[in-house]
């Protein structure tokens, strides 16, 4: 079954930074998502994948956010020109078949 | 648009008392609900899900579709049971998460 892997677990960056995110749905999967989840609050929904196709972004809170999954497994969360309140933990899920999301354990972002 | 609420962000209890954890929803349709789970140090995880009807460590969640209600019960909470508990609504591909209730089980 294997998991989910994120990279980097930690990330601190200054701001007006780029950082990137990577996700990999170990054994593959078709549907990926990515949920930003700040202190103290529960994941909020960025966006979707489908094997290579994004079929919904309509959570990614800025133009500044971009993610991609080109060969329909591993994806990356790309974040232009950091702020502050994009500090957060961001989680990769891949969705299984009985309807559950499967998450990573994340990746913290700290933007100083 | 559907709404996920939980309205105690923390809950404490002793060990061996009852513990129950509200979630409520808004949702036009028939919604499909879960909890998931993240103990300490832990990736977010599922603890149950409403269709499958299940008892997971013992607890379980019945939907009330009059209420709206989706609350996890436990007749006798462990300390292992500490943990942050998120009620979620799944619409189509959207999964919707609450905020959150961390439980925390004194001994």
């Known amino acids: 079954g294997a998991g989910v892997s994120q990279s980097p677990r930690y990330k601190v960056a200054k701001r007006g930074q780029d950082v990137a995110l990577r996700c990999d749905p170990i054994s593959g999967h078709v549907s990926l998502f990515w949920y930003q989840q700040a202190l103290g609050q529960g994941p909020e929904f960025l966006t979707y994948f489908q094997n290579e196709a994004q079929l919904d972004k309509s959570g990614l809170p800025s133009d500044r956010f971009f993610a991609e999954r080109p060969e329909g497994s591993v994806s990356t969360l790309k974040i232009q020109r950091t702020q502050q309140e994009d500090s957060a933990v961001y989680l990769c899920a891949k969705g299984l078949i009985t309807g559950e999301l499967f998450f990573g354990e994340g990746s913290r972002l700290t933007v100083l | 648009a559907q709404r996920v609420t939980q309205p105690e962000k923390l809950l404490s209890v002793f060990k061996g008392a009852p513990v129950e954890l509200k979630c409520n929803y808004s949702?036009?349709?028939?919604?499909?609900l879960f909890w998931y789970v993240q103990y300490s140090r832990q990736r977010l995880q599922l603890l149950l899900r409403h269709i499958s009807r299940e008892s997971i460590k013992g607890f379980t969640a019945d939907l009330n579709k009059g209420e709206t209600s989706f609350h996890l019960k436990k007749p006798f909470a462990q300390e292992e049971d500490s943990a942050m508990y998120y009620c979620?609504?799944?619409?189509?591909?959207?999964?919707?998460f609450g905020a959150g209730t961390r439980l925390t089980v004194k001994p």
């Open positions: 979620a609504l799944k619409d189509n591909n959207d999964m919707r």
């Open positions: 949702y036009s349709g028939s919604p499909e």
